[in-house]
């Protein structure tokens, strides 16, 4: 887990430019498949025949939070704005990689009081002297994503950039290779595009492939740190969380007793998360075609959209067990 956890959290994928990431998974998980299809928008399919007459969609999504470029000044210092959730003051001093390799750090302008930083007030160096210099490694609408490769922290914990939301993916890719030759039900494992700058690559998947169910597999925020912005009963390291609510579904009853059902009957650790503030894929699903029973299986993480986010292997490895008795199960 933790090596292909590495690999994944190392590849390029902002929001609009999964190439990297989803050539990846797919290699990864070829040999596993039954069916591999990249859709219109970009999302990969990876489709396992089953034996039941239910069809269940589980989509994690691919892509990561980013920087775009919008101009590039006559000394080569590159101005861009947000593709998805960054937090503007964490980002002076970090570093950035395009998809070339060009490496880049954020400066940040001096400012009057520390109160007005927003993102026009920072820019990247790439090391260019002159907008020539800069245009022959970046140009206009190029993506930057966190330059912060995987590690260990502590026994069981590691930190990277875009564990948001290649820790799901993961849980998606080491699913599929022990899933039973023949599963229970229809299974499409989806890796989606575009959820950071909301839940885009989900909604043409899900009207696309008509699931009886749909099920997200995304990180979640935690409340077990120093005075945590929001109440929130989720901790890292006691299991995966079954998803009641966030900002973009009420997940369906029959869908979360099932899940609940499933991790009490097997012993699985697991807890119960009602996010005050966040949406994932699952938030599109549930409302495509007539509208989808549709449920939410969380990993929780420290430190969401910022280049160090946190989570612990062993509700990794939870996941993965849950997800498999999940999709054993009857689903009627
Ligand atoms: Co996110
Ligand atoms: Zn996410």
């Known amino acids: 887990m933790k090596e292909l956890l590495t690999r994944l959290c190392g590849a390029f994928g902002p929001a609009g430019a999964e190439g990297p990431v989803r050539d990846m998974i797919k290699e990864e998980t070829a040999p596993y498949s039954d069916e591999q299809a ?5 999302n990969l399919v990876i ?5 039941g007459d239910k069809t269940i969609l589980v989509a994690a999504h691919m892509d990561e939070i980013g920087l775009m470029v919008t101009y590039i000044d006559e000394n080569g210092f590159l101005r861009f704005t947000n593709v998805g ?9 970090k570093r950035v990689v395009f998809q070339n390799g060009a490496v880049g750090v954020i400066g940040q302008e001096k400012l009057k009081d520390s ?3 927003d993102l026009s007030k920072l820019y990247i160096d790439i090391g260019a002297a002159s907008r020539d210099e800069a245009r022959k490694k970046v140009n206009i609408g190029d993506m930057a994503v966190f330059y912060s490769p ?4 502590g026994e069981n914990r590691v930190t990277a950039k875009a564990l948001d939301n290649r820790t799901g993916c993961a849980v998606l890719v080491e699913a599929l290779k022990k899933m039973p030759s023949e599963p229970a039900h229809r299974i499409h494992f989806v890796f989606t595009v575009q959820e950071e700058v909301g839940l885009r690559g989900a909604r043409p998947a899900s009207y696309h492939l008509k699931p009886d169910y749909g099920l997200g597999v995304d990180v979640t925020r935690v409340g077990d740190t ?3 912005e929001y109440k929130l009963d ?6 995966p969380a079954v998803k009641i609510k966030d900002t973009s579904i009420i997940c369906h ?5 099932l899940m609940i059902q499933t991790a009490e009957n097997n012993k699985i650790p697991y807890q119960l998360e009602v996010l005050e503030r966040g949406g994932t894929d699952a938030g599109a699903i549930h409302l495509s075609r007539e509208g989808i029973p549709s449920g939410v299986l969380s990993i929780p993480c420290r430190y969401i959209h910022t280049p160090a986010e946190m989570v612990d292997l062993e509700d990794l490895d939870n996941a993965v067990l849950f997800l498999l008795r999940l999709l054993e199960e009857k689903w009627e």
């Open 226 to 228: 120093p005075e945590p």
């Open 253 to 257: 009853p029959r869908v979360t007793s």
């Open 234 to 239: 989720v901790s890292l390291g006691k299991g």
């Open 150 to 153: 995987l590690g260990m922290s």
């Open 85 to 93: 959730g960054v937090f503007t003051k964490l980002l002076t001093g």
């Open 47 to 51: 489709t396992r025949s089953g034996s």
């Open 38 to 42: 990249v859709d219109n928008l970009g």
């Open 115 to 117: 109160g007005e930083l």
